[in-house]
């Protein structure tokens, strides 16, 4: 008998979904960064043994939108939630007591969540900022857990094993993602962006990949970063190349750890006006926006 089921990963910008996630799956996945709402398209990573296949996935943060990738990024989190076997509900140790996930949902009006009882496992993170003898107050059954000391992880895992459903596995046992190659490359890209860009920049751009052929050695990957204004493109270029350069080097750096193989990184700077709040865009990054209310 085998067990398959998909584990979405719910919380507010900065809960600590994606350092968990990476966590959970024991792979550097999801892109990480000090910066709330860094996750936009939900990332799916998998861990599996000689019985089970745990599909974790990581969508962007609950909040209420305001803008339109906000809204297409929301619309896409309930979607990833509402498909899932169990959700993991993360909250911050220091911030405890967690707030009901159904009280979350009314409170940032998500029209369209489903938080069925039984289906929620409320999980506090970043265990390690809190001394255990301030844990006393915390609900029976909450899982502590620290993505960093590993603290809470096998408990954690062991629980959600026996709540999947019986099933065969649905990808391979030696796959650790369910997406391809190309999502992952733009995702470290964006991420080696908002760690060489400081302030509100990094969440004016987006990356699309222009060329990936793996068939070269090294794996040659062309990609734009996309901006919304003349006046930022400059920024992002940096004095004399500087700051695409070392968006680039970190990039290439991580995309060759990953793909266990050389890689020619090229990066280009364009201009998208306003694509934050253009459907075509957003549509063009896997992002569009919602056109009726999620069911």
């Known amino acids: 008998m085998t067990r398959c089921g998909i584990v979405a990963l719910a919380g507010a910008p900065n809960a600590g979904k994606s350092t968990l ?3 959970l799956v024991g792979e550097p996945l999801a892109i990480v960064s000090p910066k709330p ?5 939900p990332v799916r990573g998998l861990l599996t043994d000689e019985t089970t296949q745990i599909i974790f996935v990581d969508p962007a943060g609950l909040l209420d939108p305001g803008y339109p990738l906000q809204k297409a990024m929301v619309r896409a989190a309930i979607a990833s939630l509402n498909d899932a076997d169990l959700v993991l509900h993360l909250h911050p140790l220091p911030e405890a007591p967690a707030p009901p996930l159904k009280q979350v949902a009314r409170e ?3 029209d369209g969540l489903e938080v069925t009882p039984g289906r929620v496992l409320t999980v506090y993170t970043k265990a390690d900022l809190v001394a255990p003898s301030r844990r006393s107050a915390l609900p029976p059954d909450a899982f502590v857990v620290s993505a960093s000391s590993k603290e809470g992880i096998p408990a954690l895992l062991e629980t959600i094993r026996a709540r999947l459903p019986e099933s065969p596995f649905l990808y391979d046992a030696d796959d650790i993602g369910t997406q391809p190659l190309r999502f992952f490359a733009a995702e470290f890209i964006r991420e080696a962006a908002y760690a060489e860009l400081e302030q509100e920049l990094p969440y004016c751009v987006a990356v699309e990949i222009e060329e990936f052929v793996e068939s070269r050695t090294p794996v040659y990957i062309r990609a734009t970063l996309a901006v919304e204004r003349e006046s930022q493109k400059p920024i992002v270029l940096g004095k004399g190349g500087r700051t695409i350069k070392a968006i680039g080097t970190k990039a290439r750096v991580r995309l060759e750890a990953f793909l266990g193989l050389r890689v020619h ?7 998208w006006p306003k694509w934050r709040k253009s459907s ?9 926006l919602p056109t009726e209310p999620p069911r």
Request: aromatic letters at 4%; zero cysteines.
């Open 21 to 23: 996630m990476n966590a």
């Open 37 to 41: 709402q860094t996750t936009r398209e």
């Open 108 to 110: 940032l009006k998500l």
């Open 265 to 271: 990184l090229a990066l280009w700077v364009a201009v």
């Open 280 to 288: 075509t865009a957003l549509t063009r990054l896997g992002l569009p």
